[in-house]
């Protein structure tokens, strides 16, 4: 009963915030190589462009992270 409970409660402390944490950096290192040379091609619209990546970046690393909590999630076993 209560290990269900507890299980609950770090994956959604820890695990989420931890996963969300990790893909935004990944991401982000990977797009930090490529983006100096993305952002002098749009000139004028680097900054915004800038911004809209990482707010992108940030959505799909809280998907990700959902995604993989939601697996993680303990279930009642059915008989």
Known sequence: ????????AI???V???VVVH???TAVTMVLG???PSLLALADSWSEALDKGL?????LVAVAASFNVCRRLWPTP???
């Open 11 to 13: 994956i959604v402390l």
């Open 54 to 58: 990482g707010g992108a970046t940030f």
């Open 22 to 24: 990790a893909i935004f």
């Open 33 to 35: 190589f490529m983006l």
């Open 1 to 8: 009963m209560y290990g269900a409970i507890v299980a609950k």
């Open 77 to 79: 076993l059915t008989k």
């Open 15 to 17: 695990v989420f915030p």
